[in-house]
């Protein structure tokens, strides 16, 4: 496996995962960062998406490959600054991050990236 668009070019996995894909728990939230490869792996989210139909949140304009690679995925986008409330006790914020995004050599900085601020209100 490769973290690129080839299946025979790019950095390639070293070490297996730590753990196997079928042990974890339902995932409930998948929060995506930015689109590079490393980040934003099709396979692993349409495997997580068939299997556990998770809320996907990501940056503005991340869905568009999301949606275009898997069939029936709902993701929610955000802009930087912006909030979503997952429970009454969850609140996930979108903020800007030194970075960038590309998944090719003419998309860069077509989509945007971020770093995620989860707020638990636990009283």
């Not at 042990?23 to 998406?49: E, F, G």
């Not at 139909?53 to 802009?79: C, F, Q, W, Y």
């Not at 009454?88 to 971020?114: C, M, T």
């Amino acid at each position: 496996m490769r973290a690129s668009p080839f299946s025979f070019a790019g950095p390639k996995r070293v070490t297996p995962p730590g753990i196997k894909f079928e042990d974890p728990p339902k995932i409930d939230v998948v929060l995506i960062s930015h689109n590079h490869y490393d980040h934003m792996d099709i396979n692993t989210i349409k495997k997580l998406w068939i299997r556990d139909r998770p809320h996907v949140i990501t940056p503005l304009m991340n869905d568009a490959v999301l949606k275009s690679s898997i069939s029936g995925i709902e993701v929610t986008t955000l802009d930087w600054s912006e909030k979503i409330s997952i429970t009454n006790d969850v609140e996930i914020a979108l903020e800007p991050a030194q970075h960038w995004s590309a998944r090719g050599l003419f998309d860069q900085n077509r989509a945007l990236w971020g770093t995620f601020l989860i707020n638990l209100n636990l009283m």
